[in-house]
C-alpha cells in the first residue's frame, strides 16, 4: 500500500480515531485485499514508529498535573494512544509534528486518545477473512521501540 493510499483511508477517521470512526474504517478496509489490509497494518505501524520519539515522549500530558502542579508525563499506552491521534488527525498533521513540536502538544489530551485505531486492521482482518489477525509489523509502535528516536536508549 502507497502511502497515498494509506491516508486516503486515514481521511475517512475525519480527524478523530472514535469507536464508530475506526469502525467505519476497518469495514472499508475489510472489502480489500488481504494484501491491501497487511500494507496498511504495515504503514500505520511504521507512521506510529516514526512519531516514536523523546521529543514526543517527553512532553507532558496536556490537560493533567501531578501533585503540587507539577507537569504529569505521559506514560507509555498514552504516548502511543497520542501517537495514534496524530496519526488520525491526518497526513497534514502527521507531518507537521516533526517540524513544531509544539504542534503534537494537543494530541497528549487525555480527550485526544486515538488508541481505537491500533485495532483497526485487526477488525479488517476479522471482518474479511473471517479469522483472527495474527500479523506482526515490520515496525514496532511500542513507545520506546525506535531507538534512534530514544538516543539515550541505545547505551
Not at 475489510?30 to 523523546?54: N, T
Request: some cysteine; overall charge negative.
Amino acid at each position: 500500500m502507497t502511502w497515498a493510499d494509506f491516508w486516503a483511508l486515514i481521511a475517512i477517521l475525519e480527524g478523530q480515531a472514535t469507536q464508530v470512526n475506526c469502525e467505519r474504517l476497518a469495514e472499508e478496509l475489510s472489502r480489500r485485499s488481504v494484501p491491501d489490509i497487511v500494507g496498511f497494518a504495515e504503514r500505520h505501524a511504521e507512521a506510529l514508529y516514526r512519531l516514536d520519539q523523546e521529543r514526543f515522549g517527553t512532553l507532558p500530558v496536556v490537560d493533567l498535573t501531578a501533585r503540587y502542579g507539577s507537569p504529569f508525563p505521559q506514560s507509555d499506552d498514552g504516548f502511543l494512544y497520542a501517537r495514534c491521534a496524530v496519526v488520525a488527525a491526518g497526513r497534514d498533521v502527521w507531518e507537521s509534528v516533526f517540524f513544531d513540536v509544539d504542534k503534537f502538544v494537543p494530541y497528549t489530551s487525555t480527550e485526544r486518545d486515538g488508541e481505537w485505531l491500533l485495532y483497526v486492521p485487526d477488525k479488517a482482518y476479522e471482518l474479511a477473512v473471517g479469522e483472527e489477525w495474527d500479523h506482526l509489523t515490520r515496525y514496532s509502535f511500542e513507545s520506546c521501540s525506535n531507538l534512534d528516536g530514544w538516543p539515550h536508549l541505545r547505551d
